[in-house]
């Protein structure tokens, strides 16, 4: 997986018990890349207000497409976005950096010194797919 985010930290406010700390991530991200094997593939991340967390693959191979679409929750602490999911019944969590630049999001491994770029997309790109 390219991608799978978890959660951290969340803000006790009134009636939003469940909102992430920081808001600048919440959105629908998009980044299009040709992995190592020549394979073009596209992938969406959604951070909802609410600390949810979806994220779709999309793999285009010659004449077919694979999508793989995973959904989870997330947190926010600093620069660090931390996202949960289950993968074949097992609770997963993955740790990111991560920064926004106005529409841009970096995001990079806390052991894997590569930055992925994405930039934010309107939400309907990724709704199709949930």
């Known amino acids: 997986m390219l991608l799978t985010l978890v959660s951290v930290g969340v803000t006790s406010c009134g009636n939003y018990d469940d909102e992430p700390t920081n808001f600048d991530i919440v959105g629908t991200w998009q980044v299009k890349a040709v992995d190592d094997d020549g394979e073009a593939y596209e992938n969406l991340v959604q951070f909802t207000k609410n600390g949810k967390w979806h994220s779709v693959e999309i793999y285009y191979e010659f004449d077919e497409t694979d999508v793989d679409v995973e959904h989870g929750t997330y947190s926010v602490s600093g620069n660090k976005v931390i996202v949960t999911y289950t993968d074949d019944g097992?609770?997963?969590?993955?740790?990111?950096?991560?920064?926004?630049?106005?529409?841009?999001?970096?995001?990079?491994?806390?052991?894997?010194?590569?930055?992925?770029?994405?930039?934010?997309?309107?939400?309907?790109?990724?709704?199709?797919?949930?």
């Open 90 to 130: 097992h609770s997963i969590s993955q740790t990111f950096n991560y920064e926004v630049k106005g529409d841009k999001l970096m995001l990079s491994y806390l052991d894997y010194p590569v930055v992925i770029t994405y930039i934010r997309v309107n939400d309907s790109v990724i709704e199709r797919y949930l």
